[in-house]
């Protein structure tokens, strides 16, 4: 967002008494601004605020500029949850899938076929660039919250835009579940400690389980329908260009959050993204809307 001070009187009325950021945006002329930042907002008190730092020497040891930066800061407040106590939330925007080079063709005396092939060798190359960028600040983020929590024990929870989608590849070791030359039982003791979990799947397991049961006790020739049936959704898009769509935003949490984990505190019980303003937008409420859709869980504490 552009006006963080303007958004934490926006919030406050509906309840957010706490607001923070760890930069601001730019402004290029009076109004105009450039360079967003995130924010996070609170009804339970912020105790903490930090802007999480790279690790210059891994980003080295992995092949990284020795000056890495995230291409925006990545919050993270640790906030004093009911039941819970306290709980690291990080915010983030990676890094886009917009080329990382700009071609500067008005300078250039190119013919029209001249223009066209630097544009896709610019578009190859750049936009690689940009994967390269936004999978290291997701894999130097990653390191940064196994050694946060290690040092406090807090739960995590990882929200915002991420700009690619969990399952090709480029940002799936933020829900690794694999560890190699250590025994199963430390393997998967470490790996619920230490790993993230989409909510979307928690919220998929919950659904399971409840579907499960309610399908016990009742015939199911007479629902007409099967168990798998039943609990069956499909996930919502947050983003759409041109004619595709794909899931950009997401929240992951810790072990505590999971229904199937023995200490977890809390459980997803709802799953929605509000996409009213991308669907079915109508100008003067949706004008100056996000063009993404906004993911939202609901959670309830275990009995």
């Given at each position: 967002?552009?006006?963080?001070?303007?958004?934490?009187?926006?919030?406050?009325?509906?309840?957010?008494?706490?607001?923070?950021?760890?930069?601001?945006?730019?402004?290029?002329?009076?109004?105009?601004?450039?360079?967003?930042?995130?924010?996070?907002?609170?009804?339970?008190?912020?105790?903490?605020?930090?802007?999480?730092e790279?690790?210059?020497?891994?980003a080295?040891t992995i092949?990284?500029?020795?000056?890495?930066?995230?291409?925006?800061?990545?919050?993270?407040?640790?906030?004093?949850i009911?039941?819970?106590?306290?709980?690291?939330?990080?915010?983030?925007?990676?890094?886009?899938?917009?080329?990382?080079?700009e071609?500067?063709?008005?300078?250039?005396?190119?013919?029209?076929?001249?223009?066209i092939?630097?544009?896709?060798?610019?578009?190859?190359?750049?936009?690689?660039?940009?994967?390269?960028?936004?999978?290291?600040?997701?894999?130097?983020l990653?390191?940064?919250?196994?050694e946060?929590?290690?040092?406090?024990d807090?739960?995590?929870?990882?929200?915002?835009?991420?700009?690619?989608?969990?399952?090709?590849?480029?940002l799936?070791?933020?829900?690794t579940?694999?560890?190699?030359?250590?025994?199963?039982?430390?393997r998967?003791?470490?790996?619920?400690?230490?790993?993230?979990?989409?909510?979307?799947?928690?919220f998929?397991?919950?659904?399971?389980?409840?579907?499960?049961?309610?399908?016990?006790?009742?015939?199911i020739?007479?629902?007409?329908?099967?168990?798998?049936?039943?609990?069956?959704?499909?996930?919502t898009?947050?983003?759409?260009?041109?004619?595709?769509?794909?899931?950009?935003?997401?929240?992951?949490?810790?072990?505590?959050?999971?229904?199937?984990?023995?200490?977890?505190?809390?459980?997803v019980?709802?799953?929605?993204?509000?996409?009213r303003?991308?669907?079915?937008?109508?100008?003067?409420?949706?004008?100056?809307s996000?063009d993404?859709?906004?993911?939202?869980?609901?959670?309830?504490?275990?009995?």
């Open positions: 967002m552009f006006s963080p001070d303007s958004l934490k009187e926006l919030v406050k009325k509906q309840g957010y008494s706490y607001f923070e950021v760890v930069d601001q945006p730019q402004i290029i002329d009076d109004f105009i601004y450039k360079r967003p930042v995130v924010a996070i907002a609170s009804r339970y008190p912020i105790v903490d605020i930090h802007a999480v790279p690790n210059i020497e891994l080295a092949g990284l500029a020795d000056d890495f930066a995230f291409s925006r800061k990545i919050l993270r407040a640790t906030i004093d009911p039941h819970m106590g306290y709980c690291d939330c990080y915010v983030v925007h990676f890094k886009s899938k917009r080329s990382m080079i071609l500067d063709e008005k300078n250039q005396k190119w013919s029209p076929e001249k223009t092939i630097e544009s896709l060798k610019a578009n190859v190359a750049g936009g690689w660039g940009s994967t390269i960028k936004r999978g290291s600040e997701a894999t130097l990653m390191i940064d919250m196994i946060r929590r290690e040092a406090t807090y739960p995590m929870v990882l929200m915002g835009d991420f700009n690619n989608t969990l399952a090709d590849g480029v799936s070791h933020l829900t579940n694999t560890l190699r030359f250590v025994s199963a039982i430390d998967d003791a470490y790996l619920a400690k230490y790993c993230l979990n989409d909510g979307w799947d928690l998929q397991a919950v659904r399971s389980n409840e579907g499960n049961e309610s399908n016990d006790a009742i015939e020739e007479k629902a007409k329908l099967k168990p798998t049936q039943a609990i069956t959704q499909t996930r898009p947050t983003h759409y260009f041109g004619a595709g769509s794909s899931v950009l935003d997401y929240i992951l949490f810790s072990c505590e959050f999971d229904a199937s984990y023995h200490d977890s505190l809390y459980q019980s709802d799953y929605h993204t509000y996409d303003h991308l669907i079915n937008p109508i100008f003067d409420r949706d004008g100056e996000t993404h859709g906004i993911v939202l869980v609901t959670l309830t504490l275990r009995s």
